[in-house]
């Protein structure tokens, strides 16, 4: 039987985010037509689709709406998505993956972690189990910034010192008696199986405070560590703009997680949009 041409149109929206260098706000909203063939009678698998769907054979004149989209939806899901020379079908079962086709980027993450919005990042996910443990992606803007390559932010070590000095502008705090420590552990380029060179960056920041700040006695005063994280970032240039993958961890787990985070790390791709 042949194949059915189908065009489908869309409207994407993302809410306001922030990025390196210059804070931004707005949104974005376009509209996206995809084409793509349906054979006939359709095979029907689940790559994308969180839940297995079964679709019986119809005639297309009798199907109802509700049955067309189940297998056009379905049909989609049967496309094996290559990005950056990683096959989605090979990811393993323990990670999702995102991929952004408005913005440009691809990454994966632990299945369990959830979305959470509103966030100020452009995409923001946790994990429910370690509400310090997440990872996010921030964008410059393309009216903001024009950026060739990462040779724009220097060498890496270069550019550890700006991601480091952004990170300890971001957690600046006007509590009295709050200090915060901050370390570049590592900085290095790589090229990564799409071609493009990608900046891994990895610094520790710890945060102390005093509680009782307003105590007239000094020992009273005693100052604590409140908590004490890594952050491994991940920066790609492509489209003009610069985009970060960031992870957060506790220093204290950080051994039992490494292996998923890097995973992370690895799979982040910017892509040509």
Not at 45 to 51: E, Q, V
Not at 236 to 242: F, Q
Request: hydrophobic share 40%; proline share 4%; with cysteine.
């Amino acid at each position: 039987m042949a194949a059915t041409t189908v065009q489908l149109w869309w409207w994407s929206t993302c809410s306001s985010t922030s990025n390196l260098s210059t804070s931004f706000m707005g949104h974005k909203c376009r509209c996206f037509k995809s084409s793509f063939a349906i054979p006939g009678p359709p095979s029907i698998s689940n790559h994308c689709l969180s839940s297995s769907q079964s679709v019986a054979s119809h005639s297309p004149l009798r199907a109802s709406r509700r049955e067309f989209l189940s297998i056009l939806l379905s049909a989609v899901g049967s496309f094996t998505l290559q990005v950056g020379g990683l096959a989605l079908a090979d990811i393993a079962s323990d990670f999702k993956q995102y991929i952004d086709r408005l913005d440009g980027y691809y990454f994966r993450y632990p299945e369990g972690w959830i979305q959470v919005r509103g966030a100020g990042a452009d995409i923001f996910f946790r994990n429910p189990v370690n509400l310090d443990e997440n990872v996010c992606v921030e964008i410059s803007s393309p009216s903001s910034s024009q950026y060739k390559g990462l040779n724009d932010l220097g060498s890496p070590d270069e550019a550890a010192v700006k991601v480091l000095r952004q990170y300890l502008t971001e957690f600046m705090s006007t509590r009295l008696g709050v200090r915060r420590e901050s370390s570049i552990i590592s900085a290095a380029s790589r090229i990564a199986d799409d071609g493009k060179f990608y900046y891994d960056i990895e610094v520790n920041v710890k945060s102390y405070a005093n509680e009782q700040e307003m105590a007239v006695m000094p020992q009273d005063r005693v100052v604590q560590l409140e908590w004490d994280r890594r952050y491994l970032s991940v920066l790609g240039v492509e489209n003009n703009r610069l985009y970060e993958l960031r992870l957060q961890v506790p220093e204290k787990i950080l051994a039992e997680e490494e292996k998923d985070l890097r995973g992370v790390m690895d799979s982040f791709r910017v892509i040509k949009i």
